[in-house]
């Protein structure tokens, strides 16, 4: 039986607190055991506290999906970095000022988003047969609808983290080289893992979030979770992305995105700039290859080491799920 600290999960829905490991810090969580007992699904949001279009989705989804429909467990994290979410803080812990998605496994000993990556790990990740985490664009960002996939993983989590990629039906699907975020981690030590993304602006509208709810529950079909969906058409295709180029600012100015995310280009088309304050370009973004642009950072001012601009090569894959 799942048990988290000393709560062992009954059938039903039970919500609770989860301690961080040797800090006051506690983490919400909703877990909804079926009627029937089967394999264990971790959903989590908030690890970039400010994206909270992963956040709304999780917490309607935590509300909405009744235990009489669940087979299994789905243990559904809340908010991974709660003071991030209540501050309106982008991609960092505000305690350490550290980025949650880059210090997995995390240390018992260590800082605050190193002890949060340790509970998450230890107390969630061992126990979860598959694992979705939720994320968007961050205050300062734009994300087209896309999932990512551990392409380090060994070749049967790889496969079956692809697997659950594609059933999310969303437009674009990702491998991923990471080795430090949260899902690629898990993925990395045997549990098949997607990081889903899509809006920005620290803010989502109820189409963006009945669309992410539509994604996650496509995949809990897929995996036996809940009941068949038939949201899904059967010959959907999804585009892939086996090549990813990640561009930062070399020094501060004002940057001007000259695309936008899910836009495609060719190669050697301009994709941003970054102008000083008397207009001349400082900084010029050109497309290595065609391709098309995953997310962007679309404020204005940015200082030397931001993200600018992340884009990929593409390629039509007619891979499709088709017990969805």
Request: hydrophobic share 35%; glycine share 10%.
């Amino acid at each position: 039986m799942l048990q988290l600290e000393n709560v062992k999960l009954e059938q039903g829905r039970t919500s609770g607190m989860l301690g961080v490991k040797n800090h006051n810090l506690k983490l919400p969580y909703t877990a909804i055991c079926g009627e029937e007992e089967g394999e264990v699904t971790l959903i989590t949001a908030g690890i970039h506290g400010a994206e909270y279009i992963g956040i709304q989705t999780v917490l309607e989804l935590s509300r909405e999906l009744e235990p009489c429909d669940v087979t299994g467990t789905i243990v559904f994290l809340l908010m991974a970095n709660p003071q991030a979410s209540y501050s309106y803080t982008r991609l960092f812990v505000p305690e350490d000022g550290k980025n949650l998605n880059r210090v997995f496994p995390g240390e018992k000993e260590g800082s605050l988003s190193q002890k949060i990556a340790y509970t998450i790990e230890h107390e969630l990740q061992n126990q979860a047969d598959y694992y979705l985490d939720l994320h968007g664009g961050d205050t300062h960002e734009r994300v087209m609808p896309f999932v990512y996939y551990s392409g380090v993983a060994k070749e049967e989590v790889r496969k079956k983290s692809e697997e659950m990629a594609i059933a999310t039906g969303m437009q674009v699907r990702a491998e991923s080289s990471a080795t430090t975020g949260s899902y690629s981690y898990a993925a990395i030590q045997g549990t098949p893992s997607i990081l889903m993304e899509r809006g920005g602006g620290g803010i989502f509208s109820k189409e963006e979030i009945i669309n992410y709810k539509i994604e996650v529950k496509r995949v809990l079909s897929y995996l036996g979770f809940i009941k068949t969906m038939d949201h899904a058409e059967e010959g959907d295709s999804q585009k892939e992305v086996k090549k990813a180029v990640y561009v930062d600012s070399e020094t501060e100015g004002f940057w001007y995105p000259q695309k936008e995310p899910g836009e495609t280009f060719l190669e050697g088309e301009l994709l941003g700039v970054i102008e000083d304050v008397w207009g001349n370009r400082i900084q010029e973004c050109y497309g290595e290859f065609d391709g098309i642009v995953l997310y962007e950072t679309v404020v204005m001012g940015v200082s030397q080491g931001d993200s600018l601009i992340a884009y990929g090569d593409l390629s039509s894959c007619h891979t499709s799920i088709n017990t969805l």
